[in-house]
C-alpha cells in the first residue's frame, strides 16, 4: 500500500501474546503494542483525530498555532500531524519529562516551552493548561485541542483501538475478560474500557496509578517515573463508573516489567507499558487459566534513554 503521507498508516498495531512472564495459573495477557504506531506512541491516533475533528467542525484555519499541554506524548503526535497538515504547533511540557520527547517535537518543528515541576505534578500540569489557556485569549490563531476534555480523544480509542482490539480477538474465537490500563487523560480507559463492555458486558476494567500520584486511591501527588500516566488531575472526559477496581503501581514495579518486556518478551516499551503489565499480571493472576487480558504498551522505550528506565 502506497499512503499518500505518513498519517495514512496511523493505527493497525499487533497484539503480542506474552510468553514468558504469564505462568500456568494465569490467563492469558495480550499486549497492544504501541510502540510501533506512528511517532512510536499510542498518542499519534488521538492527535490525529482531535485536529481532524477540528478541521471538520472549521475550528482550524491554514495560519491556525496548535498549543497544547502535555506530559509528552500527545506533543510528539500534535508535532507530528501539524507537520504534515502544515499548522504551527506550540507544546507546552513539565520538565520533569524526558528531554528525548522534546527533542522529538522540535525535530518535527514544533516550539516546546517548558514549565518547571517543583515536585507536584499535578499542580505543574495545572500551570501549563492556565498558560495555553491564556495563549488562547490573547491570540485568535491559537488552537488547543484540550485532550484531558475533547470527546475526539475517546472516539480515537472507540474507533480506532479498540475496534483493533476487538477485530483480532474476534479473528482467533477469544472475548475479552479483563482489560487494564493506567490514565493520563482517560481517554484510553475509557475509549477501549467503554467499547470492550459494550461487546463483553463482564470484561473487568481495572485502572492502574503510580504510588506517588494515586489519586483515585485517595493517595498523595507527588513525582514519580511513570510519565504519561498520574498527572495529578481527574480528567473531565474519564469515566471512573467503568472501573471495577485500581492498582497502585509503585516505580521499581513499573520499571522492573518494562524492562522484563525487553529482555523476556522482545517488546522495548516505555515505563507506563510496564505499568500497565504490572496491573495485567494481577488481573490475569486474578481471573486464571483459560481467560484473556488485554493491555497496552502506550510507547515505545527509545525515549526513555535518559531516565530511571536505562538509569
Ligand atoms: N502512557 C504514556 C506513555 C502516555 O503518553 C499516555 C498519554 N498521556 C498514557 C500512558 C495514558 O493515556 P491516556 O491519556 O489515554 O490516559
Not at 495514512?8 to 495480550?30: C, F, K, W, Y
Not at 471538520?56 to 500527545?74: C, F, H, M, W, Y
Amino acid at each position: 500500500m502506497i499512503c499518500e503521507n505518513i498519517l495514512e498508516a496511523v493505527g493497525s498495531t499487533p497484539l503480542i501474546r506474552l510468553r514468558h512472564m504469564t505462568g500456568s495459573d494465569d490467563a492469558q495477557v495480550l499486549v497492544k503494542f504501541e510502540g510501533v504506531n506512528v511517532g512510536g506512541s499510542v498518542k499519534t491516533r488521538t492527535a490525529l483525530r482531535m485536529i481532524e475533528g477540528a478541521e471538520k467542525r472549521g475550528e482550524l484555519a491554514p495560519d491556525s498555532i496548535i498549543v497544547e499541554p502535555t506530559s509528552g506524548n500527545q506533543g510528539v503526535g500534535l508535532a507530528l500531524v501539524a507537520a504534515v497538515k502544515g499548522y504551527a504547533a506550540r507544546i507546552i511540557m513539565p520538565d520533569s519529562c524526558s528531554v528525548e520527547r522534546r527533542r522529538i517535537m522540535e525535530h518535527y518543528g514544533a516550539e516546546v516551552l517548558l514549565v518547571h515541576d517543583e515536585g507536584d505534578i499535578g499542580a505543574c500540569i495545572e500551570e501549563c493548561i492556565a498558560l495555553a489557556q491564556q495563549m488562547a485569549a490573547e491570540d485568535s490563531r491559537v488552537f488547543v485541542p484540550q485532550q484531558f476534555v475533547n470527546r475526539d480523544n475517546l472516539a480515537a480509542h472507540r474507533e480506532g483501538t479498540a475496534s483493533e482490539i476487538l477485530a483480532d480477538v474476534e479473528e482467533a474465537g477469544l472475548s475479552v475478560d479483563g482489560f487494564c490500563s493506567g490514565f493520563g487523560t482517560g481517554g484510553t480507559i475509557t475509549g477501549i474500557g467503554g467499547e470492550l463492555r459494550r461487546v463483553f458486558p463482564d470484561v473487568q476494567v481495572w485502572a492502574a496509578e503510580p504510588e506517588h500520584a494515586a489519586l483515585l486511591s485517595g493517595g498523595a501527588i507527588g513525582t514519580h517515573v511513570q510519565m504519561g500516566i498520574g498527572d495529578g488531575i481527574l480528567p473531565a472526559i474519564m469515566d471512573t463508573s467503568l472501573i471495577d477496581e485500581i492498582v497502585v503501581v509503585t516505580d521499581d514495579e513499573a520499571l522492573e516489567c518494562a524492562r522484563r518486556l525487553a529482555r523476556e518478551e522482545g517488546l522495548f516499551a516505555g515505563i507506563s507499558s510496564g505499568t500497565n503489565v504490572a496491573c495485567a499480571l494481577r488481573l490475569a493472576r486474578k481471573l486464571g487459566p483459560g481467560k484473556t487480558v488485554v493491555t497496552l504498551a502506550p510507547d515505545t522505550g527509545e525515549r526513555y534513554f535518559s531516565t530511571a528506565l536505562f538509569g
